[in-house]
């Protein structure tokens, strides 16, 4: 089994599943969901959509680009840390937001 193949074939799956995040919304009429809801709920959903699409887009672009970082042997503590680290900040902006 080609392990390298296998992860840039998840990398164009997640480039995929970026680019309906920006379809999508408007076919479910995203826009008025946050007129509808409290102004920090609002701004939670914007910020949190935006985290989504960043963190995956960074996963697919790490895919595809340089497959051989899930690959490696010898650095699996610095590859889990520091994507623990980045999945950590997913809470920062939406504790930014209610500031």
Same mark, same amino acid.
């Given at each position: &089994? +080609?392990w390298?193949l296998?992860?840039?074939m998840?990398g =164009?799956? =997640? %480039?995929l599943i $970026? =680019?309906?995040n920006?379809?999508?919304? @408007? &076919? %479910? +009429?995203y826009?008025?969901i946050p007129a509808?809801? #409290?102004r /920090?709920f609002?701004?939670i959903f914007?910020?949190h959509?935006?985290?989504?699409?960043v963190?995956v =887009?960074g &996963?697919? *672009?790490?895919?595809l680009r340089?497959p $051989?970082?899930? %690959?490696?042997d /010898? @650095?699996?503590?610095?590859r889990a /840390? @520091?994507m *623990?680290?980045? @999945?950590? *900040?997913a #809470?920062f902006?939406?504790?930014?937001t209610?500031?």
């Amino acid at each position: &089994m +080609n392990w390298e193949l296998l992860i840039r074939m998840a990398g =164009l799956g =997640l %480039l995929l599943i $970026a =680019l309906a995040n920006f379809i999508v919304p @408007s &076919m %479910l +009429n995203y826009r008025a969901i946050p007129a509808k809801v #409290d102004r /920090g709920f609002a701004r939670i959903f914007t910020v949190h959509a935006f985290y989504i699409v960043v963190t995956v =887009l960074g &996963m697919g *672009g790490l895919c595809l680009r340089a497959p $051989a970082f899930f %690959l490696e042997d /010898g @650095s699996e503590w610095v590859r889990a /840390g @520091s994507m *623990g680290l980045f @999945s950590l *900040g997913a #809470d920062f902006p939406t504790i930014a937001t209610l500031a």
